[in-house]
């Protein structure tokens, strides 16, 4: 984003933010069998606390251990391509001058409304001083750069590695690629103009 702004191409009068599902790695199977664990572990400790009931301790190590074992612990389901499937929310702040993102985040929050705030302050410390406070804070994106993240660098969306750890660092990359691109895009299309039409 340093060069970017060096080049002249993130001027940050207006921030578009959008949000958008990714699968995660994970069936639903097994994220519904971890929500039963977390259930059934609930349970276990309700009845413990009121001393109702015996408590097999050897199937809550089992379940205990098997919630350890589970390799995305953090992935909720989301609405996904009309169901709800695991997935992780990703949240990008774009630069409605050249398209370039600003700002990303990776939230277990389904709903985009809450991310709002975030997001907009993420582009705050981002851009700072360069960025108005107020301007666009209010209005989110047409999902045109989520979709470009999801089809076109990712050719698909779903995430490859497991866990928000491995999501982070995957649509970080998926990101970096995203701009560089772009970036290489806006410069030689200004070089051209220039060539064509010289002052």
């Known amino acids: 984003m340093r060069l970017a702004r060096f080049c002249g191409l993130i001027k940050g009068e207006w921030i578009a933010i959008d949000g958008s599902k990714f699968r995660a790695v994970s069936s639903a199977s097994s ?7 977390r259930r059934y572990l609930d349970i276990c400790e309700k009845a413990d606390a009121e001393q109702q009931g015996t408590i097999d301790p050897s199937a809550v190590k089992a379940a205990m251990e098997k919630l350890r074992q589970h390799p995305e612990p953090e992935v ?3 609405p996904v391509a009309k169901s709800n499937a ?3 929310n990703v949240q990008t702040a774009v630069d409605a001058q050249h398209a370039l993102i600003v700002a990303h985040a990776i939230t277990l929050d389904a709903g985009d409304n809450r991310c ?26 047409d999902g045109t750069c989520s979709t470009t993240l999801k089809y076109r660098i990712f050719g698909h969306p779903r995430f ?3 866990g928000l750890r491995g ?7 998926a990101i970096m690629a ?3 691109k772009r970036m290489i895009d806006v410069l030689v299309a200004v070089a051209l103009n220039r060539k064509l039409n010289p002052a």
């Open 31 to 37: 994220v519904r069998e971890r929500e039963a664990l």
């Open 76 to 78: 909720r389901f989301m």
């Open 86 to 88: 695991p997935a992780y």
């Open 116 to 141: 709002l705030e975030p997001m907009a302050e993420a582009v705050r410390k981002a851009l700072a001083p360069h960025v108005p406070a107020t301007r666009g804070g209010n209005n989110r994106g």
């Open 160 to 162: 490859l590695l497991r």
């Open 167 to 173: 999501a982070q660092t995957e649509i970080g990359l």
């Open 178 to 180: 995203y701009n560089l």
